[in-house]
């Protein structure tokens, strides 16, 4: 009896806390056939604060960028919440969601250079092309790689000695000195060597 007046009085605590703190969107709006990850985002404090933190970047960008906001940043983002809302597709919604906030915030934060960046860096690779690559302080670490006319977002990707960072079909790893790069799907592997 005292252990469920217990979890009870917890639970209450934890409704208070979270309605104390909301995400960034209405909760009391949402309709009863909202999607798993957004009801979720409402009732959990860890997710709605990395909602609230998002918020703020996107914001950030919006009153930076003014009328000169791209045409299709509003639709990569509603492309992104959609995204997010697949969630309940996964074994774990929870760690979907804050996965899926954390790797957007990050994204935002890189490209439009809103966090402390290192480089650019420039790297000769054996097939005579430059990969130019800039790393951002974010969460996960991120990193910009240009190469000809074409860029790649890359996130800090596990690695036993180096530091290594996979974009959607690129990746570039760096080890004592030397890059291997691959760009593109199934693409060759490209020796690398930083530029003087």
Not at 12 to 37: R, V, Y
Not at 79 to 87: A, D, L
Not at 145 to 168: F, I, K, T, W
Request: charged residues 20%.
């Amino acid at each position: 009896m005292k252990l469920s007046i217990l979890t009870g009085l917890l639970a209450l605590a934890f409704n208070a806390m979270a309605a104390a703190q909301p995400p960034s969107f209405d909760c009391g709006k949402l309709p009863g056939n909202a999607p798993s990850a957004e009801k979720l985002v409402c009732t959990d404090l860890e997710l709605a604060a990395l909602d609230r933190q998002l918020n703020e970047v996107y914001q950030t960008i919006v009153a930076r960028a003014g009328d000169g906001l791209p045409p299709l940043f509003k639709a990569e983002q509603r492309g992104w919440i959609k995204g997010r809302n697949e969630c309940w597709k996964s074994e774990d919604l929870a760690a979907c969601v804050a996965k899926s906030y954390r790797s957007r915030t990050a994204e935002l934060q890189a490209r439009y250079r809103l966090v402390a960046m290192k480089g650019p860096f420039s790297w000769r690779c054996d097939d005579n092309s430059e990969v130019i690559i800039s790393y951002f302080d974010t969460e996960p670490a991120t990193a910009i790689a240009e190469r000809g006319d074409s860029v790649s977002l890359m996130y800090v990707a596990p690695s036993g000695s180096g530091a290594r960072y996979q974009g959607p079909s690129e990746s570039f790893w760096e080890h004592q000195g030397e890059a291997e790069v691959i760009w593109g799907f199934e693409a060759p592997v490209l020796k690398c060597t930083l530029a003087p």
